[in-house]
């Protein structure tokens, strides 16, 4: 019998909570339940994969989405924060929003900010970008990436960032090119695939 890893992983996660009573802990177990709440609505019947804004959030586990935030809760109010609470915190805004126009994008700046100052992460600093784009308009979210590409040049997610960026500032022509880079720097086929749709969507509207 194949083993759900996902949920072999949340069910060890429970346990070590349970016995541990850590903050990080239960951020990780609450980031763990908040996005495998989602897993039915991240791929089409086709297989292609579907970004979070287009996602059917009838599908999604609101049961699995309490428990997350409860755990998230108790883990918050400990007062010693960490990088699993702020990302949970993150995700628990995202699994909040009934539709994705109601996303509260100020309030995961915010988390951002403190998620950035922890950790210096660039990868963050990129996931931060998005948030500002939402929050300040797509040329701010484009700004907030300034110096970041000596850090992840390869990486195909800051391409597909700046690529998103662009698109919503209407450079399409822009747009179409950085998501051909990232779908050529992709090593998931999905990914990868979701890309090249982006890009030839970005082409079309040029």
């Known amino acids: 019998e194949r083993v759900d890893l996902a949920a072999e992983a949340i069910r060890l996660t429970r346990l070590l909570h ?82 994705a126009p109601e996303t509260d994008w100020p309030q995961i700046l915010a988390w951002y900010d403190e998620l950035l100052a922890l950790t210096g992460n660039p990868l963050v600093e990129l996931s931060r970008a998005v948030a500002v784009g939402e929050v300040d308009g797509p040329l701010a979210g484009l700004a907030a990436l300034n110096g970041i590409e000596e850090r992840l040049a390869d990486y195909h997610r800051l391409h597909a960032v700046r690529a998103h960026l662009h698109e919503r500032a209407g450079n399409n022509s822009e747009a179409a090119a950085l998501f051909t880079t990232a779908a050529n720097s992709a090593t998931n086929v999905a990914e990868r695939n979701h890309l090249l749709k982006r890009a030839a969507q970005a082409h079309a509207a040029r």
């Open 18 to 99: 349970a016995a541990s009573g850590e903050p990080e802990v239960g951020g990780l177990l609450a980031l763990m339940l908040l996005h495998h709440a989602r897993r039915s609505a991240r791929f089409d019947d086709a297989g292609m994969l579907v970004p979070l804004d287009e996602q059917d959030r009838t599908t999604w586990d609101r049961a699995m989405i309490a428990e997350g935030v409860r755990v998230l809760t108790a883990a918050l109010a400990a007062d010693r924060r960490g990088e699993y609470q702020l990302q949970a915190a993150i995700a628990a805004l995202h699994d909040d929003a009934a539709t």
